[in-house]
């Protein structure tokens, strides 16, 4: 059984000590009240959950990416590439394109 009461204890660093600690909330988990998106928890916020009924639900957008990368390089043979960096709303995002071919032109 778990109580319908959660004490949560939110350290800086593991393991946590007295002297590490940042933060302590109640988190109220019975179903007598309602949890919605946004909800915050001290400075925590619910911005995702998933169910069985509903599944994932999230406040964020779901990005699908679908890029065209050109080059400026001025090469007669074909370019390589690595890695692809994206900034975004979400944070940096990183594309494994090792392998991939930027033809001349």
């Given at each position: 059984d778990v109580e319908a009461n959660m004490n949560i204890s939110i350290y800086s660093s593991a393991p946590g000590t007295p002297e590490t600690l940042l933060q302590t909330l109640v988190f109220h988990s019975s179903c007598s009240q309602n949890l919605f998106l946004k909800d915050r928890f001290g400075a925590s916020q619910l911005v995702e959950f998933e169910n069985p009924t509903q599944g994932l639900n999230s406040c964020q957008t779901r990005l699908i990416y679908d890029l065209n990368v050109g080059s400026d390089i001025k090469s007669e043979s074909e370019v390589i590439l690595d890695t692809f960096f994206v900034q975004t709303n979400?944070?940096?995002?990183?594309?494994?394109?090792?392998?991939?071919t930027l033809s001349p032109g």
């Open positions: 979400e944070g940096p995002r990183v594309f494994d394109v090792r392998g991939q």
